[in-house]
């Protein structure tokens, strides 16, 4: 099992700043992927970033050009800087992580979730 604790969560007004964490503890060998999901209640999970063990990144459209995610695969440990905010952006931000199972099969985790408010 992999433990997910993601911290920076509040509130901000619109045009603010904040910065998620989130740390792995657990069975974090063969983790290749970590990541960041926002929900809405009465929504689906929406994307937002994530970063690989390869350096690479990838974004929701929504974000683009406003969050920036990187990834500590050493420590594994990854952060997501968002800027810009919206009144949109207001949701519970879920830090995930992807790992290879030992039977070679990926099995994706989830932490609690953390409240991203934008209100002014």
């Known amino acids: 099992q992999v433990q997910l604790v993601e911290s920076g969560g509040g509130w901000v007004r619109p045009g603010g700043s904040l910065r998620l964490s989130c740390v792995a503890s657990?069975?974090?060998?063969?983790?290749?992927?970590m990541g960041w999901y926002r929900q809405v209640v009465g929504r689906q999970r929406e994307f937002i970033a994530t970063?690989?063990?390869?350096?690479?990144?990838d974004y929701g459209d929504s974000v683009k050009g406003r969050f920036t995610i990187s990834g500590d695969f050493v420590n594994k440990t990854v952060y997501l800087q968002l800027n810009s905010l919206k009144l949109e952006d207001t949701a519970v931000y879920y830090c995930?992580?992807?790992?290879?199972?030992?039977?070679?099969?990926?099995?994706?985790?989830w932490g609690q979730g953390t409240q991203v408010t934008v209100s002014s």
């Open positions: 995930s992580a992807k790992r290879l199972e030992t039977n070679g099969s990926p099995r994706q985790y």
């Open positions: 657990g069975k974090i060998g063969g983790l290749y992927a």
């Open positions: 970063s690989t063990n390869r350096d690479t990144t």
